[in-house]
């Protein structure tokens, strides 16, 4: 199936530093949504993003939805050790199919 | 807990056998969909109900995999002939009736090994 590409593929940075990722695609999509998932556990939403060129915060999270609909990126801003996991964008195309993307390891070193 | 629940949470199974497995979403979440994530990728979709209807059904979705959604609540995932392959981690997500159709919950996952 389509997935999105996202970058970079990890990233191991220091406590407190801000974090950057983003996601890119081919095709426009109607909504971007961020995710986070810890080892053996399911996704959890972040944040959701539903109009291009829509900034939307939740806590230390940004996330911008593509003037072009076609991208999207998250940034956290002084990362904690907690930030630690793989985290997804999603993009929701017409027929009600979400595409994920390949995902973005971070490591928070103390 | 309100989340999304599935079960059970890993199934180890010799090739060949079958399996089902089953995912209880929020409650009054009328949206259902099944996912598969394999190691290192993202969750890739599999099938969405809308009720008890299935409305959508990706290719990925071979003869041997059927889901249901009898009643409109609670949904099963039935893998036939299990083929190593079909090792992954099979992820079921919900999202509400009212609001944006596209803000999906997860469950925690079941994680399938055959050997």
């Known amino acids: 199936g389509q997935q999105l590409n996202q970058s970079p593929q990890s990233m191991f940075i220091q406590e407190g530093e801000d974090v950057s990722m983003n996601c890119t695609s081919s095709?426009?999509?109607?909504?971007w949504l961020w995710y986070k998932q810890d080892p053996g556990e399911g996704p959890v939403l972040l944040i959701a993003?539903?109009?291009?060129?829509e900034l939307t915060s939740n806590g230390r999270l940004t996330a911008q939805f593509g003037i072009t609909r076609k991208d999207s990126f998250l940034n956290i801003s002084a990362s904690i050790p907690s930030d630690v996991g793989i985290y997804f964008c999603?993009?929701?195309?017409?027929?009600?199919?979400?595409?994920f993307g390949t995902g973005t390891s971070l490591t928070v070193i103390p | 807990d309100t989340g999304v629940s599935q079960n059970p949470r890993h199934k180890i199974t010799k090739r060949g056998q079958n399996v089902t497995f089953r995912c209880d979403p929020i409650s009054e979440h009328n949206r259902l969909y099944w996912y598969r994530q394999t190691l290192g990728q993202g969750p890739e979709f599999l099938t969405y109900?809308?009720?008890?209807?299935?409305?959508?059904k990706s290719r990925l979705l071979s003869d041997r995999f059927s889901a249901e959604r009898p009643k409109g609540s609670f949904s099963t995932l039935e893998i036939q002939r299990t083929e190593q392959g079909d090792s992954a981690m099979y992820l079921c997500?919900?999202?509400?009736?009212?609001?944006?159709?596209?803000?999906?919950?997860f469950g925690p996952g079941t994680r399938l090994t055959v050997l």
């Open positions: 109900f809308q009720n008890e209807a299935q409305l959508e």
């Open positions: 997500a919900s999202s509400p009736k009212q609001g944006p159709a596209d803000t999906q919950y």
């Open positions: 993003l539903y109009k291009a060129g």
């Open positions: 999603a993009g929701f195309s017409t027929g009600n199919q979400f595409y």
């Open positions: 095709s426009i999509f109607n909504t």
